[in-house]
């Protein structure tokens, strides 16, 4: 059974870091790539960072602010916020995804974790 759990969500004020950190059992984690997604009140989910095996992928809205950071050996893929802006407020997700012909396909999901980033 294949378990993402996320964790290190939580209130903090702009300009402030969270880590976020996400535990993943029953898969191989070295086989996937990891991505983190967010989704605010009435927006669509969206992807802020990818780590695959030989790329990695940050949406311009998050560049330069969060780095995304795997580590195979803890089977565990960490979000690093910084410089947190009221519009990074969402509900994050991480998941396990591969590459299906040219496209991307997540397999799995966490449960999510909240951030709320206070003006």
């Known amino acids: 059974q294949v378990q993402l759990v996320e964790s290190g969500g939580g209130l903090v004020q702009a300009g402030g870091s969270l880590r976020l950190s996400c535990a993943a059992s029953?898969?191989?984690?070295?086989?996937?790539?990891m991505g983190w997604f967010r989704q605010a009140p009435g927006k669509d989910r969206e992807l802020v960072a990818r780590?695959?095996?030989?790329?990695?992928y940050y949406a311009d809205s998050v560049k330069g602010r969060f780095t995304i950071s795997k580590d195979n050996a803890k089977n565990t893929v960490y979000l690093q916020m910084n410089s947190l802006k009221p519009e990074d407020t969402a509900v994050y997700y991480c998941a396990a995804g591969r590459v299906i012909g040219n496209n991307w396909a997540y397999d799995y999901w966490g449960q999510g974790t909240q951030v709320t980033v206070s003006s």
């Open positions: 780590r695959g095996s030989f790329s990695t």
């Open positions: 029953g898969l191989t984690f070295s086989s996937y790539a």
